[in-house]
């Protein structure tokens, strides 16, 4: 491991975690869970400390990105905080023109198409991920034997934004560029690697004990276009943290046909969606393959028994796996009432 001495896995704050022991493919004692989203919008003390904060100027002060990632783990008592950041975060570093609109979602200035368009892109200077690192280093101080997980967009999906120029339901033009202009697509997601994995390794070597590596529209592609134009832009990324040993998470939406295809980029743990159980997600991959999933974000909404039993049947399909976290399908949804969530907690871990 090229990690700092002082880094939470190396002086024994965080290496005996559940989540470390899990993600290392280990059975803890008590099994460890978190929330994707769990920072941020379902909580009212987080709606508050943003009031008349845009959202990348919070991800991008260090004091209250910090707070804000620290929040859920004290409410919730979960075992792992997830770095309050957004994945675009890292593309505006790079100097790219995007905004988060309410509502809405990441809104860029102009989309980026030709081959014009991907040369006039710059390098990300390591100077301006000083915010992000500082903002992890405060998490960490603060989470003690908690470790903190950093994470980052994946090429394809920050492609997907940048090339349609916001959100899209179908990602159709940037599907289309990677076949119609394979040169500017390579052009693109290289660049888009080499960002998302200079973001990852500064929360690495700034203290966070694991990544989680989001593709979050990756599910709209065929499995040969994910292994030929895509995958190779996956594994390029996550080089850049590969020799700082930490446990890499890949998790995608809407990819039980591509999950085999995910894990060959090299990945430790395998994150599943609530649209295939982890048993069947566990015989695609291979049982030697730590999971983490994948309970339906729509029945947090639920009656207690109803959602009780959900978990309870994501928790015996987990078993499965060589190790299991628990986790949702997908993000918290913003109306969650935030004491369902530290409920399946201590049901988790009881």
Known sequence: MNLPANHPLLD??????????????????KLPVWFMRQ?????????????????????LDPALSSEITLQPVRRHQVDAGIFFSDIVVPIKLAGVDVSIVPGRGPVLGAPIRSEADVAALRPLDPQALAPIADGVARSVAELGSTPLIGFA??????????????????HLRARTLMHADPDTWNALLSWAADVTGAFLRAQVLAGASAVQLFDSWVGSLSVADYEERVAPYSARAISHVRDLGVPIV?????????????????????????????DEASA???SDVPLQGNINPALLAAPWPVLEAHVLDVIER?????????????????????????????????
């Open 12 to 29: 024994g704050r965080t290496a005996d975690s559940p989540l470390i022991q899990a993600y290392r493919g280990n059975r803890p004692e």
């Open 39 to 59: 920072a941020g919008r379902s909580l009212p003390e987080y709606r508050e400390l943003r009031v008349g904060t845009a959202m990348l100027d919070a991800c």
């Open 153 to 170: 967009g994946a090429p394809f999906t920050l492609a997907a934004y940048l090339v349609e120029g916001g959100p899209s339901k179908d």
């Open 250 to 278: 890949h998790f995608g939406v809407g990819t039980g046909e591509l999950l085999p295809s995910m894990r060959a980029i090299g990945v430790d743990v395998m994150g599943v969606d609530d649209r295939i159980p982890l």
């Open 284 to 286: 695609r991959l291979g």
């Open 318 to 350: 987990g078993r499965a796996a060589r190790s299991h976290v628990l986790n949702l399908g997908h993000g918290v949804p913003p109306d969650t009432d935030p004491d369902v969530l530290t409920r399946i907690v201590e049901l988790a871990h009881a």
